[in-house]
């Protein structure tokens, strides 16, 4: 039966149409780029929309709002640029035959389509063109090809121009030599027939024989038929082919050779790429009015021995100016690295900048243009709309020398990442100017920081591979972070006294709005007493992970500083408690002091008992004596023979509780992995010990508890200093497991998993950090938080600061803690200092005053920063807020207006504050050693129209809030 054709097509039309409608829509890739190099053109926070291997759309990174659940890639701090093009990849040797014309051969032939070039990808190549060799006049015909991605869509040119030699590696070809078969003394073998070129001399002479015997032998077969008709000939077909087409790409190196070659090409007007071409600056002119693209061999590698040029006149003479005369002239090119020097290319091209060419045109000769030049410019070598989405990720700028290629992409895929330079904690900040606050201005200059510290600042730094690079420019300034003083950041309504060091576990939003306005330190306690509180010196944003610190790197300095309110205090005599807290404190300098004398005895007597023993030991072993029989305890032998018995099989009741326990805690993306002893007893109960993780320095957690059924509760007695309770509420799931959550107060809930891993019943012993000592090391003075804080400011490692109303008061407490051995005074909010400020410079004291404050002095009203600062006192700023910090930087530029030199605004927030409060070795100035602290300014910190880019804390870029 005849099917009904109509029918059927409704029928597969329908089909279709609903195989479309239920296939999901491509997912689009989004990738934000902090610069991206589009070709022509340098875009800044543009993301590149990517769909099915193509760029659909750049689009501008500010307020743009994404699909939800889009696919984002976030290279916001990070340089992107096109792929790179390599314009010639030899493929063999060219010596593919005898002949000298072997032009039907073709380079694609031996080309592996499914070879992995991970080296190539990894130095952001992605296409390549591939060269037959050279070897003779003619090798064959070349390709472009991509370098990764599906197979069967690697190849882009599979006919490409055919390539013709002008040069010394042509000359010379075997004779040719016909073998007749079968051979015999009647039918001998002919001697060779000897072929051209075999002299300079004759290289394009025999290039024009060639060209016009192939001319020749095309009109021929097309005009002649039967007998009359040449013989097919591939080769000459092939280069006729070539010829008719306008694919022709001749390599030529020398001048002479290159105006021979221009005039023939002239002659004959013919359409060629040039390459090669190391003389071409001798042929300016007529390279120029040929206008023919150019294939520019840069002069020479970077890798292998060097070459000699010697005094001949046969060297070839290779510039690095060539390139920008060439641009000069207007001549197109591209660049193709020397042999063997593949892996070089971006810093090769980068040199040609040395000679005069623009950065932006030496990175074009080897992507937009270079593309162009191998005849696929329209679809890659740009990140344009409609282009492939071929791109590098890099770490700075395309051509500097210590930039890296973190990523490849082909076709929109990640082809290459190198995980080892993406994970490195390495940056590198460049600017006009660096205010380090310790030394003079660096003009110029670049500051490395690694492993959260500065590692090198100066006018040239190292680039450890991978670093991440922000160059912000030469109006920029960079400063060190700014200090808040004084205030109650990260400290909550209603927080008790003693848990203060242990409020920070993770940064909060109020902090990350701190951080992003430039404050990365903040002192941080309750309001001063006449007893003193003690302040804690914490980051504004996490800056270690989870594993190499609890608390993430918050917490800089535990209580350091001592805040008094002495504002009601008799001008005759001082609070007792206030004279109390100075005495215990000089009482625990002075523990300190014989301790720090006993433990280095101990340490002596240590690595004397250790010398001693090695010397016995070598001694020992010199006699060739055994060692010495050590005679076993009575105890010892009894267990021994208690062991030989033979072992008593008891019934014992299944207990699934008793034994060692390995958990998990998750919270999040992140989870933190414990040990816990338990014990079951009688009634059900369970006693135990919770084990800190390994390499953290905490006290065992003592546990108790409750077993009914199979449901566990169990309660940790943590420190207690820590305003919250632990309690872990599971249900047995096996012989040796257990899950539930562990309950957090009342205000989390965590997931809990546990695995027994030892059935023993164990041993439940506490241990603590001061019981922790092996071989009788002396254990260090213990004192309250206040004391503590005292100890370390008459130490030098802290600060006092005083809150006085008095004049009178102010000097008796000043000489009180002078007296004492404290060397940082600060007076805080003291208005009238001008009264006593001779004694205050004298002795180093300072004076925190909120930003903006002013005083009446005469019959005018001031600002205070400005006219203590003109008496010759040292400030610092305080905002005596939380969150509200953020506004400390932008209330300074009031007193800045009202008359206060910036040099000394900046230094009350940075390198005065750090000194007067005790925490100078690690924050407050710009030098190797201490905190990655740094802020990058459009401009001057303190002008209103200049914008704050960039906020490091440890080396770690501080989000913006749109990230």
């Not at 010596?95 to 039907?104: F, G, N, V």
């Not at 074009?364 to 005849?375: D, K, L, M």
């Not at 809150?803 to 005074?825: I, S």
């Not at 009238?832 to 019959?859: F, I, M, N, Q």
């Amino acid at each position: 039966m005849r099917p009904h054709l109509p029918l059927t097509c409704a029928l597969v039309l329908a089909g279709a149409l609903a195989a479309a409608q239920q296939a999901p829509p491509p997912q689009d890739t989004y990738v934000r780029a902090g610069v991206l190099y589009t070709g022509p053109e340098v875009l800044e926070d543009v993301v590149i929309q990517v769909r099915e291997g193509k760029v659909v759309a750049l689009l501008s990174g500010e307020g743009l709002e994404l699909p939800p659940g889009a696919k984002v890639v976030d290279h916001s701090q990070r340089v992107v640029a096109p792929g790179f093009v390599l314009t010639e990849w030899t493929v063999g040797s060219g010596k593919r035959a005898e002949e000298t014309l072997s032009a039907r051969f073709r380079a694609l032939d031996e080309w592996d389509p499914y070879e992995d070039h991970a080296r190539l990808l990894a130095r952001g190549i992605t296409t390549a063109y591939l060269h037959p060799g050279y070897g003779r006049l003619a090798t064959g015909e070349g390709a472009v090809v991509k370098l990764a991605g599906p197979a069967e869509a690697r190849v882009l040119r599979e006919r490409a121009e055919l390539c013709l030699s002008a040069g010394e590696r042509a000359l010379g070809p075997p004779p040719q030599v016909k073998i007749p078969f079968p051979s015999s003394s009647d039918v001998p073998i002919e001697p060779g027939k000897l072929q051209r070129p075999g002299s300079r001399s004759s290289l394009v002479p025999e290039l024009a024989a060639q060209l016009r015997a192939a001319l020749a032998y095309d009109l021929a077969r097309k005009q002649q038929g039967g007998g009359a008709r040449p013989a097919l000939d591939l080769d000459l077909q092939a280069l006729a082919n070539a010829v008719l087409k306008g694919q022709l790409r001749i390599d030529a190196r020398r001048a002479g050779t290159l105006r021979a070659l221009l005039t023939l090409l002239r002659e004959l007007d013919l359409s060629v790429t040039l390459s090669g071409v190391t003389e071409a600056h001798r042929v300016l002119g007529p390279l120029a009015e040929l206008g023919a693209p150019v294939v520019f061999e840069l002069p020479h590698g970077l890798r292998g021995r060097p070459r000699d040029l010697g005094e001949g006149q046969d060297r070839i003479e290779a510039r690095w100016s060539t390139p920008a005369r060439l641009a000069r002239a207007g001549v197109r090119f591209a660049f193709a690295p020397p042999s063997g020097s593949a892996l070089d290319l971006r810093l090769l091209a980068g040199l040609s900048v040395r000679g005069g060419l623009s950065p932006r045109q030496a990175l074009a000769a080897i992507t937009y243009r270079a593309a162009e030049v191998i005849g696929v410019g329209k679809q890659i070598g740009r990140i344009a709309p409609g282009f492939d989405a071929d791109f590098v990720v890099l770490s700075g700028a395309p051509l500097a020398t210590a930039t890296d290629v973190l990523e490849t992409w082909v076709a929109g895929e990640q082809v290459y990442t190198s995980d080892e330079l993406t994970d490195t904690q390495a940056v590198v900040v460049r600017a006009g100017k660096i205010v380090t606050g310790a030394g003079p201005v660096i003009h110029d200059g670049a500051i490395l920081i690694q492993d959260g510290a500065i590692a090198a600042i100066g006018t040239s730094v190292p680039h450890p591979r991978g670093a991440r690079v922000i160059d912000a420019g030469p109006d920029a300034v960079v400063t060190p972070g700014f200090i808040d003083a004084y205030g109650s950041l990260g400290r909550g309504q209603g927080r008790a006294k003693s848990s203060m060091k242990h409020a920070f576990a993770a940064e909060r939003e109020s902090m990350l709005r701190v951080a992003r306005a430039g404050v990365t330190t903040a002192l941080s306690g309750d309001r001063p007493s006449s007893a003193g509180a003690p302040l804690i010196a914490l980051k504004t944003a996490e800056n270690q992970p989870l594993s190499a610190d609890l608390r993430r790197g918050l917490v800089l300095r535990e209580e350091s500083v001592l805040a008094f309110d002495l504002t009601r205090a008799d001008p005759v005599k001082l609070p007792s408690s206030f004279l109390g807290k100075i005495k215990a404190g000089m009482a625990h300098a002075k523990a300190w002091a014989q301790h720090r004398k006993k433990l280095e005895a101990f340490k002596q007597a240590q690595a004397k008992k250790k010398e001693s023993e090695r010397a016995a030991d070598l001694k020992r072993r010199s006699a060739r004596q055994p060692a010495p029989k050590v005679e076993k305890k009575k105890e010892e032998q009894k267990e021994e023979k208690k062991d030989d018995e033979p072992e008593r099989k008891e019934t014992k009741k299944f207990d699934p509780i008793s034994g060692q326990w390995e958990f998990t805690i998750t919270f999040g993306p992140r989870s933190q992995k414990g040990t816990m002893l338990l014990r079951l007893e009688d009634g059900g109960k369970i006693s135990g010990v919770a084990k800190p993780p390994a390499g953290v320095s905490a006290d065992d957690a003592p546990i108790t508890g409750q077993l009914d059924g199979k449901d566990v509760t169990l309660q940790l007695q943590s420190n207690p200093n820590v305003p919250f309770k632990l309690t872990i509420k599971a249900t047995l799931t096996g012989e040796d497991s257990m899950s539930g959550e562990v309950l957090v107060g009342n205000r989390f809930r965590l997931k809990f998993e546990a695995t027994r891993t030892e059935r023993s019943v164990p041993e439940i012993k506490i241990e603590y950090r001061r019981s922790k000592k092996k071989g009788g090391e002396p254990e260090p003075p213990q004192a309250t938080p206040g004391v503590e804080a005292m100890r370390r400011a008459i130490e030098g490692e802290g600060a006092v600061l005083v809150q006085v109303a008095h004049p009178r008061v102010a000097l008796e407490a000043l000489e009180t803690l002078r007296k004492a051995g404290v060397q940082q005074v600060v007076f805080i909010d003291f208005s009238d200092a001008d009264l006593v400020a001779e004694a205050l410079r004298e002795a180093g004291a300072g004076v925190l005053v909120s930003p903006g404050a002013t005083v009446k002095r005469g019959e005018r009203t001031v600002s205070l920063a400005a006219d203590l600062a003109g008496r010759g006192l040292r400030l610092i700023y305080a905002s005596r807020a939380a969150d509200g910090a953020a506004e400390l930087p932008l209330r300074a530029m009031l007193d800045v207006a009202d008359g206060l030199d910036p040099a000394q605004a900046l230094a009350a927030l940075t390198s005065d504050a750090a000194r007067l409060l005790g925490i100078g070795d690690r924050v407050g100035t710009l030098e190797v050693g201490k905190d990655g602290d740094l802020l990058v300014f459009s401009g001057a910190p303190f002008e209103a129209t200049s914008q704050l880019r960039h906020v490091l804390v440890r080396g770690r870029l501080v989000p913006t809030e749109e990230e």
